[in-house]
């Protein structure tokens, strides 16, 4: 593992010099692979470096390598092969970013469903494989929409990005394509999958459920810019992401279990990326899901520590210590404050330029009021957290863990960047050129609202769990029950898993071995009888035959 990781520090310094040369010169590196030809026809491979990708890539390349440190030491059993899935994700998701070309996009979005499923499944319980097998049956849609949409792109001639531009944009190929960028960043009505996913390790859900699979629908619909602002599909992008932000938003005000939490969090801000695309932001929502990727990787990784230090999920029961947990308490406090885009820090420079934009945008008033009171719901659940995890006193005294260094390195990766790196990308990045006009009224809706939904916090915070549950709490609880929804088929598949495992209990190989001898056995008894025949009847009834055919 030792040499993997120095291989990914060798890899994200030569990544930070192509950065650098890319964005100073404003160059675009095209690479194009020659795999095998055929008489006239040619099949060839193609990555393209420019300003997003190699940014994009870059930071998948950070948040892996702060992973696989932490991972030293959470993962205590199968290192190589957690460390060979992980490795085997993390090019699957390269590829994606780097293609051009829609064959090679559809390699690396089926290489990430593949590994997220084994990733998912990785402890081999009850409750992660029935997770991995209803995250992969909800994302399956989404990859069969996006091959159909690859197959009505074959009448265009072309499957580049850049020669989308000039093609006239069909409604049927952009709604499937969109179906799957809705299935793969988890919006309704495929959102119930994201809290499912959390039965993986926790170092797994930093890394794919919350910095790279699910921004995959997002990266696609910024590379198809053009294409969808010419569909109009705008109107829908915005309604639905409405919804999820709505639902996520009042899910995660009532759920107590922190990894759920946390995934509905990522679900909030997916889901005001895409808001921002609907209104034409584009850049700003590619600054802000880069912004996202390092500050929502880092929570999860202190929610890790915590979680394995108390041995609980439910916050409630959490607690921390902060001499023995320095670095993770500075750690999580300062990410989930990063997190309410706290002025200055890497996330303000891109949340706050969307609520601005939103607000001169024209849309409906009460969607944009909407959209300002669900942002701020935001700085309510992540004081939640903050509030109970430093409040809480620890239950048993002799409890006295420490970190380790992997855990301080892996935190430390990932604080830095959560700081600094708004002011300095937003420099560099191409972010908006509009001037934004707003009165002083406008500037202190936000601030107003955070102390309004902080005084709401502090006055509800004797509210007990135990009171009875109504169906109201159980609608949020459920996820507006769209997890009911999937009941039928989850049983139905349910039925089929416990099928194939009574097979595999018995033995595939056996199985097969006594349907061979059968078969052997009941062909050689019809050859035994039809040697029997005398000659004369086995002629007559071969005539028989061939009068009848006849």
């Avoid at 005539?543 to 009848?548: A, H, K, N, V």
Wanted: aromatic content about 10%; overall charge positive.
């Amino acid at each position: 593992m030792k040499n993997a990781i120095l291989m990914m520090y060798l890899v994200m310094f030569t990544l930070v010099l192509a950065t650098m040369m890319i964005f100073s010169k404003n160059k675009t590196i095209m690479i194009e692979w020659k795999m095998m030809s055929l008489s006239s026809s040619d099949m060839n491979m193609f990555f393209l470096l420019d300003e997003k990708s190699s940014v994009f890539t870059l930071m998948v390349m950070m948040v892996t390598t702060s992973i696989m440190i932490y991972s030293q030491f959470y993962i205590q059993k199968k290192k190589v092969m957690f460390l060979k899935i992980l490795i085997m994700f993390m090019a699957s998701m390269v590829m994606l970013i780097l293609s051009p070309n829609m064959v090679t996009l559809i390699m690396g979005w089926e290489g990430l469903g593949m590994t997220s499923f084994s990733l998912i499944m990785f402890y081999q319980n009850k409750k992660s494989v029935m997770s991995s097998m209803y995250t992969m049956m909800m994302n399956r849609v989404g990859d069969i929409t996006l091959m159909v949409a690859m197959m009505i792109l074959m009448n265009y001639s072309s499957w580049m990005f850049l020669s989308m531009e000039y093609l006239s944009s069909s409604t049927s190929w952009v709604t499937l394509m969109t179906v799957s960028m809705f299935s793969k960043s988890a919006q309704v009505p495929f959102s119930s999958w994201l809290t499912e996913a959390m039965a993986a390790p926790t170092p797994v859900s930093a890394l794919v459920h919350s910095s790279t699979l699910v921004t995959a629908g997002i990266y696609l619909m910024i590379r198809f810019k053009s294409v969808m602002m010419e569909s109009g599909m705008n109107t829908v992008v915005l309604t639905v992401a409405m919804i999820t932000l709505s639902m996520a938003s009042m899910n995660s005000l009532l759920e107590m279990d922190m990894k759920k939490l946390v995934a509905l969090s990522t679900l909030s801000q997916i889901s005001i990326m895409f808001i921002s695309i609907s209104t034409n932001l584009y850049s700003l929502a590619f600054f802000h899901m880069i912004m996202h990727a390092t500050f929502k990787s880092l929570i999860f990784l202190c929610s890790s520590t915590y979680i394995s230090n108390s041995n609980t999920q439910d916050l409630r029961k959490m607690y921390s210590t902060s001499i023995n947990l320095l670095v993770t308490n500075v750690a999580f406090n300062v990410a989930s404050m990063v997190l309410c885009a706290l002025p200055f820090m890497s996330s303000f420079y891109s949340k706050e330029i969307i609520m601005e934009m939103i607000m001169i945008t024209p849309l409906n008033k009460i969607t944009t009021l909407t959209f300002i009171i669900l942002m701020m719901v935001t700085a309510s659940y992540s004081l939640k957290m903050m509030i109970i995890i430093n409040m809480n006193k620890m239950n048993l005294t002799m409890k006295m863990w420490k970190e380790t260094s992997n855990q301080k390195v892996s935190s430390i990766i990932l604080l830095i960047p959560s700081v600094i790196l708004g002011n300095s990308m937003s420099w560099f990045m191409e972010l908006n050129k509009n001037v934004i006009y707003l009165s002083i009224t406008e500037k202190l809706i936000p601030p107003m609202m955070i102390f309004i939904t902080t005084v709401t916090i502090h006055s509800i915070s004797e509210y007990k769990m135990t009171q009875p549950n109504k169906i109201a709490n159980q609608m949020l609880t459920y996820m507006w029950f769209m997890k009911n929804l999937n009941l039928m088929s989850k049983m139905m598949l349910m039925t089929q898993k416990i099928k194939m495992l009574k097979t595999t209990e018995k033995g595939m190989v056996i199985n097969q071995v006594n349907s061979l001898i059968n078969f052997i056995y009941k062909g050689t008894n019809l050859l035994f009888k039809t040697n029997q025949i005398h000659l004369k009847t086995a002629i007559l009834i071969m005539i028989i035959f061939m009068m009848i055919f006849i």
